[in-house]
Every structure is written in structure tokens, then in C-alpha cells.
């Protein structure tokens, strides 16, 4: 039994471990080693053979079949793992191969554990035909199934093209490894048979392609180890299941520590640009936060990161970035956001400093009503507890969608600085003294003048607060310690929600 089991980890055979490695790439045992707590891991099904028959397959009957299952502990906590053995079949899926991760998948959900799947395979194994596709379905299906109940995570350690990329899209997060890991649904030959492009596989869908352009990836790293240690630190940030909550870590940061810094940090001047990162280091727990999708949409910054030992999720719009417009793809990525933090209890705070929607015909041919519509469905719906904070600007549906008090915050707070209004005050005044202007014997005077009473009268700092859209209007020094005891207060918080099937978000 010990000879037959060794034998089933080393793999098929020392050359191609070898071959694996001169790749840049682990095993799957190996990477196993690196996710889970040494010596946690307990395998199932490690003696599995496929029994299918013809094109000489009969002749080659590998234990394990092409993927390692099984659970162990991050952190001393069950997290459950597939791994694709490249080394076996180029990792493609076959019958026995499939029903080895719909085992692993039944037990996650049943267990109420983080699913991890380290993808490095050739798609379906051809040889099996129709049954290899069946396979996929469900996986599909239980991703589907599973969505919002136990956080999946996706890591891309080599190819995953055709069908096969459909189960990382269908999870909470994708990790994928720059140069040895990349994603499409046809690969370049066909693309260049097709439409006559000539391009590399990387360039068609390697990780910097998914983490910038396409969004796909919400992280991107240079080798396997550094990936997998911050899937590690991702599972730390998020609980085991959707009636958990995410895990609490004493916190050395003082919780009523106060953040004068962000006098500094943030100009007065609305024109102005500035880092919100900066902002979210300085609130946080010892400025440490994980930014999701850093890479892609950057005028929005989405981040995990602890308030006093507790987990909260960040969105921010970035001035740095395109003033921090909101337009299609920040949309996007924001709502994907808010979804994953209020299916998995992790409070939201937003920071808002923004100018509104990108304008444009792009834009609006692209769709931005129905994408910036996600976002709004996405606060709308969710019921976490959540917290707005306004820093500067704020202007038309771009403040509301924003997690505005009008759309369901629980706490709405702004600094001396903001500007909560329709839009920026020139705009305003233009539009409602059009006439006014073009009349008079000097225009820009008269504009001036009436941008000044505009700012005076509808957009000074308290006038949100006047009418109760704002709960309190505070110093940038004691921004921490406010958020820290709002979402204290909020912890207890319950949303009844509509008896319905499920919603119909915007697509």
C-alpha cells in the first residue's frame, strides 16, 4: 500500500517532474505544500484510475488520474483543494478525473470550507469525448451552486483554455502566475485562422492581459509561491461560509488613533489630485489593506483590510486616476466588489471623491447606464452594514450610487471638504444663468459672480447635513476612530430581505 501510494504522489515519472519544473512550474503536491499548513493535507481518492477505452488509453491507467483532492488547514482552518498533475494526461479532464473534483466540491459545500482549485490543464481530455464535457458541466454546476455560500478561489498555474475557463469565471477570485499560466476560449491558432491575427499566448490571455485589460483576474504575480501565499492571505480576510463571520484578528493599531496625516494627504483644492491609497493606509489597521483587481479599472480601488481586528471591505474612488470618474469598467469592478463582500458578511465602507461619470460617446454606446446600473443594484441590495465617508467631491448620480444615504447607508459622515451637489459648480452655473451670462457686458464677470453664490448657497459643507443626508460632518483626524465605532455599532445589524426567488440584476 506505502509502495503504491508513494508511487501515486511522485507522479509518473522523474523526467517529467522535470519537465514540469524547467516550465517554471510545481507539481501539484508541491503547491499543495505551499497553500495548506505542513502536514494538514489529507488526500482523497489518490488510487482513482479512469476506465475508459480506445486510442490506447487502456494502456496507460495513472493513479490520481490527473488531480490531487482533498482538504487540510490555512491558518488551522479547513479549506478544501484540487489540483490539476500536469504531469498526467497534460492535466485534461476525463470522467474519473472530473468526479474527483465533484467529490472534493460536494464536501466543501457540505462542509462549509473555502474551495481552492490550482488549475494547470490541457481542457477536456479528447480521447473521452462527451463524457469529459459532461464533466465540466458539473463543475459548472456546483460552482454555480456553491456561488455565494463558500468563497471559491481560482489559481491559474498554466493553461486553462476552451470550456475549462469558464469554472475560474464562475468564482469569487482568480489568481493567475505571469509567463506560466494563461486563459481564452480559442487559442491563438484558431484566432489567427479565424480572423488572420497573429498573436502569442500570452499576449491572447496571459495574466497581465486578465488583470489589466479584461478584468478577469483579480491578481497577478510574477512566480507561484508569492501567488500562493497571498491566496493564504486572502482566506485569512474571509470567512468559511456565508453564515460565518469573516475572522476577527486582535488588532495592535489603537482603534481610536487619530489620523491628522490626512490634512496632508488630501489638498483642499477639489481641482487636485491625490492617491486614495494613501487615505485607506492611513485609516486601516497598520496601513495593511489587499487590493482586489489593482491592476484593472484603477480610477476605483477596491480593498480587504481590518478596522480595529475586524475585516471590512473598501471602495474608494481614486482622483489619481481619470479625477476618479466612475464609467463602465470601475463600475463594474466596484459592484462585483460590494456583491462578494455582502454574500460573505464583510461590512462595507465607501470613500467617495467623485466627480461623477465619465462622459463620452464610448461610453454611452458601451453601456453605462446598465453598468453603472450594477453598482447601484449592488448597494441596493446588499445588507451588510455600511458606511459612507465623503472626502471631497460628490456630484450628481455618481454621489448616489456611491452608497449615498438615499440608497440605504447606514452612516453617512463627510468631511469640511465636501462638495455634495448635482454637479461642480461652474456646470451649475452655466446651465441655471445661461441667459444671465450671455447677456451681460462682461460674461466672465458675471459668471464668477454667480459660480461664488452658487458654491455659497447650495454647496457649502453642511448643507447635506441640514437636511439630514449627511449624519455628521467631522475632522479628517478622527476619521478611524468614527469608522471604527460606527461599524461596532452596525455589528448586529439585521436586514429583513423581500421574499423573491432572486433578484434581476443589469447584465
Not at 491558432?189 to 495574466?207: K, M, P, R, S, Y
Not at 447601484?376 to 472626502?391: D, G, S
Amino acid at each position: 500500500m506505502r509502495e503504491i501510494k508513494d508511487a501515486a504522489r511522485r507522479g509518473p515519472d522523474d523526467a517529467a517532474t522535470q519537465r514540469q519544473h524547467e516550465r517554471g512550474k510545481l507539481t501539484a503536491h508541491e503547491r499543495i505544500d505551499l497553500l495548506l499548513d505542513p502536514g494538514s493535507f489529507t488526500e482523497l481518492e489518490a488510487l482513482r484510475r479512469h476506465r475508459a477505452t480506445g486510442f490506447g488509453l487502456e494502456q496507460r491507467r495513472p493513479h490520481s488520474d490527473g488531480v490531487v483532492c482533498g482538504w487540510g488547514t490555512v491558518d488551522g482552518r479547513t479549506v478544501f483543494v484540487y489540483a490539476h498533475d500536469f504531469r498526467i494526461f497534460g492535466g485534461a479532464l476525463g470522467e474519473a478525473h472530473a468526479q474527483k473534483i465533484h467529490k472534493v466540491m460536494d464536501l466543501a459545500e457540505a462542509a462549509g470550507a473555502p474551495l481552492v482549485s490550482l488549475n494547470d490543464g490541457a481542457g477536456a481530455r479528447i480521447q473521452e469525448g462527451v463524457t469529459a464535457l459532461a464533466g465540466y458541466g458539473g463543475i459548472f454546476r456546483r460552482n454555480t451552486r456553491c456561488s455565494g455560500v463558500i468563497p471559491q478561489i481560482s489559481v491559474m498555474l498554466g493553461p486553462c483554455a476552451g470550456g475549462a475557463a469558464y469554472s475560474p469565471a464562475l468564482t469569487d477570485f482568480v489568481f493567475m502566475v505571469r509567463e506560466t499560466s494563461q486563459m481564452f476560449i480559442t487559442g491563438p491558432d484558431v484566432v489567427q485562422a479565424v480572423t488572420g491575427e497573429e498573436i502569442t499566448q500570452n499576449g491572447l490571455g496571459g495574466a497581465d492581459v486578465h488583470a489589466e485589460t479584461s478584468g478577469v483576474a483579480a491578481f497577478a504575480y510574477d512566480d507561484e509561491a508569492t501567488c500562493l501565499a497571498d491566496v493564504r492571505y486572502l482566506l485569512s480576510l474571509l470567512p468559511a461560509n456565508n453564515n460565518e463571520a469573516p475572522p476577527h484578528a486582535p488588532a495592535a493599531d489603537p482603534p481610536d488613533r487619530r489620523t491628522d496625516r490626512l490634512l496632508d494627504v488630501v489638498p483642499t483644492d477639489p481641482a487636485r489630485a491625490y492617491d486614495i491609497c494613501d487615505v485607506i493606509a492611513e485609516i486601516v489597521d497598520d496601513g495593511e489593506f489587499l487590493q482586489v483587481h489593482a491592476g484593472w479599472a484603477t480610477n476605483v480601488v477596491c480593498a480587504l483590510a481590518r478596522l480595529d481586528g475586524h475585516v471590512v471591505g473598501i471602495v474608494a474612488n481614486q482622483p489619481a486616476v481619470l479625477a476618479g470618474v466612475l464609467d463602465i469598467e470601475a463600475s463594474e469592478k466596484a459592484a462585483r466588489f460590494v456583491q462578494t463582500c455582502d454574500a460573505f458578511n464583510v461590512p462595507l465602507v465607501t470613500l467617495v471623491d467623485v466627480p461623477g461619470f465619465l462622459p463620452g460617446v464610448d461610453q454611452e454606446h458601451g453601456g453605462i447606464i446598465r453598468h453603472g446600473a450594477k453598482l447601484l443594484y449592488a448597494y441596493c441590495n446588499a445588507t451588510v452594514p455600511r458606511v459612507q465617508l465623503i472626502l471631497r467631491k460628490a456630484y450628481g448620480g455618481a454621489y448616489i450610487v456611491m452608497d449615498s444615504r438615499s440608497i440605504g447607508t447606514d452612516v453617512s459622515l463627510a468631511w469640511p471638504t465636501n462638495e455634495i451637489a448635482v454637479m461642480g459648480a461652474e456646470g451649475a452655473a452655466n446651465v441655471i444663468f445661461r441667459r444671465e451670462i450671455k447677456a451681460a457686458d462682461d460674461p466672465e464677470a458675471v459668471r464668477a459672480l454667480k459660480i461664488k453664490e452658487y458654491r455659497t448657497e447650495l454647496m457649502h459643507p453642511y448643507y447635506a447635513a441640514e437636511r439630514g443626508l449627511v449624519d455628521d460632518v467631522i475632522e479628517p483626524g478622527e476619521t478611524r476612530a468614527l469608522l471604527i465605532r460606527s461599524l461596532a455599532m452596525l455589528r448586529t445589524k439585521h436586514a429583513d430581505i423581500p421574499a423573491r426567488k432572486h433578484g434581476n440584476p443589469p447584465v
